[in-house]
Each structure stands twice: as C-alpha cells, then as structure tokens.
T-cell receptor, first 114, second 114 residues
Framework: AQSVTQPDIHITVSEGASLELRCNYS??????LFWYVQSPGQGLQLLLK??????LVQGIKGFEAEFKRSQSSFNLRKPSVHWSDAAEYFC????????????FGTGTRLTVIP | ETGVTQTPRHLVMGMTNKKSLKCEQH?????MYWYKQSAKKPLELMFV???????ENNSVPSRFSPECPNSSHLFLHLHTLQPEDSALYLC?????????????FGPGTRLTVL
C-alpha cells in the first residue's frame, strides 16, 4: 500500500535562512508527487508537482523540490525563507492509475522567526 | 465568487443533529472530492465524484452521506455523528478525475461534534 512520511512535525527557521522539508513515499511504481501549503484558515494550495522528466521541479513562491528515485524522496527546498512562508506543508502521492486519489503525509508545520 | 467555496466555515452540532456541508466550485471542473483533516493524521480522502457519479468511497461510515446534484455542487450530509468526527472537512475539485489534473481546495468547514 502506498504511504507518505514527513518525519519532521515542526521546523523553526530564521527569516532569510534556507529550508528543506523532507518527504519519503512508499509505492510500487513511480508516483505523481506533490507539495501543498496550508495557511491558517485556508485550504491547501499547490506549490509544485512532479509527473515525469526533470527530477528538479520549480514551483511557486520560490520553492523547488527534487525527486530522488533511489531514496524514494521528494524533499522541498527554498534558499531564503520569508516570514510569510510560515504555514503547514503537506507532501502527497498520486497514483498513475485509477481515480484521482491523493495520499497525504501528516504535514510539517513551519515557524519563521525574525 | 472564484475558486472553491465551502459553507459554513464553522459548524457545531450535537450527536443527534442533522446538518449538511456545502461545496461549490466556480472553475468549470468535472470532478469533486471530500477530504477529512484531523489533527496529527494524514488528510483522508472520503468521496470522489467524477461527472456527478461517485467513483470512490473509502469505507466511510454511513453517517456521512454525499450528494453531487451537478458538477458545480457537492454536499456532505451529516447525521448522528460522533465526537471523533470533529475535524476540518475539505472540498476539492479538478478538471477531470484523471490523476494528471491538479486538485483545487476550498478553505474547509471546521466541524465540532459535542
């Protein structure tokens, strides 16, 4: 069965510092991979996605993620964090067949300190 | 209105009440979804509708009853809920039920069952 693991429940970084949020997945084939962000009181917003091709994908708000098949990982990165990036971040796996089901990790809450 | 809207944003109900959550999408999409977001648990897919027909039901208790009268509207009817059903209920839509199509999320309804 497919699963998504986000090992960090909560991360605190200083504004301007770099950020990496970890995501590992378990799935028998190459999945579709997504990162979503959820600000307080808001729904989820898609940051970026990987379907195929170049394993380094660029997203909105200066985020990028790299798919590493050998490590079953899809870590999210940003070189310089802004205070407005404080939110909850979710990694998700989508299956290539069947209905448009997304399987989510438990999320990583990001706190940004001045 | 743009995007995906959900009403009400907050709902408090007793275990014997009957209530409904409403979702409306203004994106011209053909597929709609209900998710449950509980604290410290992954987002759980509850129901998927594609072209107004239910295509996925992830073993959700019968006290949750979805309705999709047309491609723009999705309801979740609630009756005799339990306190553990308290959660944030998110609605999403996508252009098609195919996994390639991005899901757009509403802001959610925060449900509290007393």
């Amino acid at each position: 069965a497919q699963s998504v693991t986000q090992p960090d429940i909560h991360i605190t970084v200083s504004e301007g510092a770099s950020l990496e949020l970890r995501c590992n997945y378990s799935y028998g084939a190459t999945p579709y991979l997504f990162w979503y962000v959820q600000s307080p009181g808001q729904g989820l917003q898609l940051l970026l996605k990987y379907f195929s091709g170049d394993t380094l994908v660029q997203g909105i708000k200066g985020f990028e993620a790299e798919f590493k098949r050998s490590q079953s990982s899809f870590n999210l990165r940003k070189p310089s964090v802004h205070w407005s990036d404080a939110a909850e971040y979710f990694c998700a796996v989508g299956l290539q067949t069947g209905a448009n089901n997304l399987f989510f990790g438990t999320g990583t809450r990001l706190t940004v300190i001045p | 209105e743009t995007g995906v809207t959900q009403t009400p944003r907050h709902l408090v109900m007793g275990m014997t009440n009957k209530k409904s959550l409403k979702c409306e999408q203004h994106l011209g999409h053909n597929a709609m979804y209900w998710y449950k977001q509980s604290a410290k648990k992954p987002l759980e897919l509850m129901f998927v509708y594609s072209l107004e027909e239910r295509v996925e039901n992830n073993s959700v208790p019968s006290r949750f009853s979805p309705e999709c009268p047309n491609s723009s509207h999705l309801f979740l009817h609630l009756h005799t809920l339990q306190p553990e059903d308290s959660a944030l209920y998110l609605c999403a839509s996508s252009q098609d039920g195919d996994p390639l199509y991005q899901q757009f999320f509403g802001p959610g309804t925060r449900l509290t069952v007393l």
